[in-house]
């Protein structure tokens, strides 16, 4: 499982004192997140993200308008790499369980989750 946070970085340059050696910089961390893979939908109202729920990376979908989220998996597995159809109807992602990857579509009110590639094979992207 990926243990992903993502993070911006600020360097802070902080210049010698006379006859010292300081170091030219530190980096700080300024921002954090755990939502992961953020990817809007074609129609820019809402996105998919990854939280990680129980130790499981599920996938969520959240309403960009009023911020409102709705989990739409929830099986003892990892869920990886969403993104969406054209449409926007539905959301391929990499269901990752039992040392396997497997390629799921979804819709996207979180019904409907089919595989569309073999279980016997691992598949990523």
């Known amino acids: 499982m990926r243990a992903h946070i993502a993070a911006a970085i600020l360097f802070l340059m ?3 004192t006379a006859g010292q050696e300081r170091p030219v910089g530190r980096a700080e961390q300024v921002t954090a997140s755990y939502a992961l893979d953020l990817v809007p939908a074609p129609d820019g109202r809402q996105s998919v993200l990854i939280r990680i729920v129980a130790g499981r990376e599920q996938l969520f ?20 790499d969403p993104v969406w159809s054209p449409d926007g109807r539905k959301i391929a992602f990499v269901l990752v369980k039992d040392g396997k990857k497997v390629v799921h579509l979804i819709n996207a009110d979180g ?3 089919e595989a569309v590639t073999p279980a016997n094979h691992s598949a990523i992207h």
Not at 61 to 80: C, M, N, P, V, Y
């Open 14 to 16: 902080a210049g010698p």
């Open 61 to 80: 979908t959240r309403d960009l308008g009023s911020g409102a989220e709705k989990q739409i998996t929830f099986d003892d597995a990892d869920h990886e």
């Open 111 to 113: 019904s409907g989750a």
